[in-house]
């Protein structure tokens, strides 16, 4: 396996922490109502989902690289279905909570999006070389 994945989870890490404090700091600003009582357990489904999607893609990627494009296909496939399902499932379960709830999965979604997109560039630039 290709090293670079320790260093990816210390900088997801810490853009981790970047992104609470700025949720933790939004709190004091807007209502309660705006936020939903299910952020912190956002924060860590994306973190945990993205932490086991780059590890299985690191792992492909010391095959070949027609490998890991295809393991990135099938992961980013899984892991919009695994998103869908969740959003779905919580707002038919707590409808009141549902705009909040899903502004904050896309603001997450987007912002790990992101970075694992940007993170994923990089570790392709080294394994076609």
Known sequence: MKSGFLPFVKKLLG????????????????PPSFLTPALPYLFLFF??????GYYLLIRASDKRFMKF????LLITLAKLFLFIAVMVTYI??????AMPFGLSFFILYL???AFEVVALTKFSKTIQQ
Request: neutral net charge; charged residues 5%; hydrophobic residues 50%.
């Open 111 to 113: 912002c790990y999006t």
């Open 47 to 52: 973190l945990s989902v993205t932490i086991i």
């Open 15 to 30: 853009y981790s922490s970047i992104l609470v404090a700025l949720a933790l700091g939004l709190s004091f600003l807007l």
């Open 92 to 97: 038919l379960m707590h409808k009141q909570d």
């Open 69 to 72: 494009l295809n393991t990135y």
